[in-house]
Nanobody, 119 residues
Framework: VQLVESGGGLVQTGGSLRLSCAVS????????MGWYRQPPGKQRELVSV???????NYAESVKGRFTISADNAKNTVILQMNSLDREDTAVYYC??????????????WGQGTQVTVSS
């Protein structure tokens, strides 16, 4: 599975960005998709995930500001980011996995897209 992110860029504090992740195959066959980020000098961390049944989960730091969604018709996962602050500055990575019989059979990462929030 190939993942290609887009939509990153430079935004001022309080602004919004919309990240898209284009998936090379039908996302309905994937177990979980989501977004991770890696701030400068820090480890990669979970931002948000969405399951094939539409269940979502968010990091505490982004709850109420970020929204994840999946468009099965377009095989795309979207991360709408509002009320951005400087701590959201990071490289954002799209992630997808397929679990079969309790085992991860597919695990893919995108190349990452830079999000920079300036004051």
């Amino acid at each position: 599975v190939q993942l290609v992110e887009s939509g990153g860029g430079l935004v001022q504090t309080g602004g919004s960005l919309r990240l898209s992740c284009a998936v090379s195959e039908s996302i309905s066959g994937l177990t979980t998709m989501g977004w991770y980020r890696q701030p400068p000098g820090k480890q990669r961390e979970l931002v948000s995930v969405i399951s094939s049944s539409g269940i979502t989960n968010y990091a505490e730091s982004v709850k109420g500001r970020f929204t994840i969604s999946a468009d099965n018709a377009k095989n795309t996962v979207i991360l709408q980011m509002n009320s951005l602050d400087r701590e959201d500055t990071a490289v954002y990575y799209c992630y997808a996995e397929k679990v079969v019989g309790g085992v991860i059979s597919i695990e893919s990462w995108g190349q990452g897209t830079q999000v920079t929030v300036s004051s």
